[in-house]
């Protein structure tokens, strides 16, 4: 890996979103929201959750764990029902076998998919019809361990590249592979049954690529990957079917 540039894509500036944003088959959308909120908006954003979302919220124990999960579902909530054009409280979500979350059946739009991601203050979240998308979303922190959890999930050539990083950027480094990683798996619906170590991909030079997956030779043909900066001091990445896509970068405002 060349040591000298930045980690991330270029990817378009966050706007504010238009007043008749629309999502077509060929927009890959993403969005970047602020958990830290005020509590009028979070309790707003708390009365749009199902019961489920609500018990799930009360059983973290910390106050601003369960005051960012509502305001990270509540604006999915929120996003979702824009592109619907339904109340976002009335939405129904089903889950996939390792947990991938989905539309369930009944709301008139059965190509619009989604994933979202969070750490730290922020949340991030992709959106597309007719195609998989995932996302995920890193706060960028020094890891002691970084070298050995690479040595774990990563490949021989993706830890050397690494290795080969100088030290100032490495928290930066990790934590964009870390998340193209994720964002595949996470697109692929596949959970652990799909380690991190068997998905390979290349940072430089040039654009995030999908290298291989192991067992499935015609996999990295299918996707595509896009890093992207929604704030200082975080990385993202999203992972998608196909090779083309227009991408519009969002941020979230009531």
């Not at 088959?25 to 707003?44: F, K």
């Not at 029902?81 to 976002?88: E, F, K, S």
């Not at 939405?91 to 059965?110: I, N």
Request: glycine content about 8%.
């Amino acid at each position: 890996m060349k040591t000298s540039g930045a980690v991330t894509d270029p990817a378009p500036p966050w706007h504010l979103p238009l007043s008749d944003l629309a999502l077509s088959s060929d927009d890959v959308h993403v969005w970047c929201a602020s958990l830290e909120q005020p509590a009028e908006r979070v309790h707003r954003l708390a009365r749009t959750l199902s019961a489920d979302e609500t018990s799930r919220a009360e059983r973290f124990r910390l106050e601003r764990d369960r005051r960012r999960f509502v305001v990270a579902r509540g604006v999915l909530r929120a996003i979702l029902g824009r592109y619907l054009g339904i109340d976002p409280s009335q939405l129904r979500f089903s889950y996939g076998e390792h947990g991938k979350p989905g539309l369930s059946a009944g709301f008139g739009d059965d190509t619009l998919r989604f994933n979202l991601a969070h750490s730290h203050e922020l949340a991030l979240y992709a959106f597309t019809r007719g195609r998989e998308v995932g996302a995920d979303l890193e706060y960028v922190r020094p890891l002691p361990d970084a070298g050995e959890i690479a040595a774990g999930f990563f490949s021989r050539r993706e830890s050397a590249e690494l290795e080969g990083i100088p030290d100032c950027r490495k928290p930066e480094a990790f934590f964009s592979y870390w998340t193209c990683k994720e964002a595949y798996v996470k697109a692929a619906g596949g959970g652990l049954a799909r380690a991190l170590d068997r998905v390979e991909i290349s940072l430089a030079p040039g654009p995030a690529r999908l290298l291989s997956v192991a067992g499935v030779p015609e996999e990295a043909a299918r996707w595509s990957l896009r890093t992207l900066n929604p704030a200082t001091g975080y990385v993202a990445a999203i992972a998608f079917e196909g090779r083309r896509c227009q991408l519009g970068c969002w941020r979230y405002e009531p």
